[in-house]
């Protein structure tokens, strides 16, 4: 019974998998990539009780150059056991810059129970939005632009082969030249 469900699992993964790289192909530069999921990330780990999900897809339907994968891949990284942490170190940071709450801090099951304490809430959250979001930006551009050149190197390194299978013989009169600069020719031809 377990074999069908790692089987699942596996496609499921592979799927998720060829849709990032799919979006990492696409004719998007890679900062509206990495924007793309910073943005995702910013609004993820905002306390917005599910409202982060609902913008996500006004923006994912309204801005053109939104990479919705990566907008929403950001769910998959600040998902909800990563925002428990995000919680337990925002309150003390909100702690810490607005100071304590008087009377202590009790825990009570309402928003409007326990204002200081949301307050501080929030303020950790923002910060620790604003630390993710630039960090989560850097790492993702990096991704994008590794991931391409990556991808052109091996285009480069299939394209090299095959032009040797045409021509094995590397005579100068059948070779073919590709990507060959303009000004690179017109040096040769000076000499």
Not at 7 to 33: C, K
Not at 101 to 123: C, F, M, Q, T
Not at 150 to 178: C, M
């Amino acid at each position: 019974m377990r074999w069908p469900r790692i089987a699942r699992l596996r496609r499921v993964r592979n799927r998720v998998r060829d849709a990032i790289e799919a979006s990492f192909d696409d004719d998007q530069s890679p900062e509206q990539i990495a924007g793309s999921f910073a943005i995702g990330v910013f609004l993820t780990t905002l306390p917005t009780l599910g409202g982060n999900l609902v913008l996500m897809v006004i923006l994912a339907s309204r801005v053109a150059w939104i990479n919705t994968v990566a907008l929403f891949s950001s769910g998959i990284v600040i998902n909800p056991l990563v925002k428990w942490g995000i919680y337990a170190l925002s309150v003390p940071l909100g702690i810490y810059l607005l100071g304590p709450i008087d009377g202590g801090i009790a825990v009570e099951l309402s928003l409007s129970g326990n204002r200081p304490l949301l307050v501080r809430l929030v303020v950790g959250c923002v910060i620790l939005a604003v630390v993710a979001t630039a960090i989560s930006y850097g790492l993702v551009r990096g991704m994008v632009v590794a991931y391409r050149r990556r991808n052109l190197t091996l285009v480069e390194e299939v394209a090299d082969i095959v032009v040797r299978e045409i021509d094995p013989s590397s005579d100068p009169d059948t070779t073919i030249e590709i990507d060959r600069p303009s000004d690179a020719t017109d040096s040769v031809e000076d000499n």
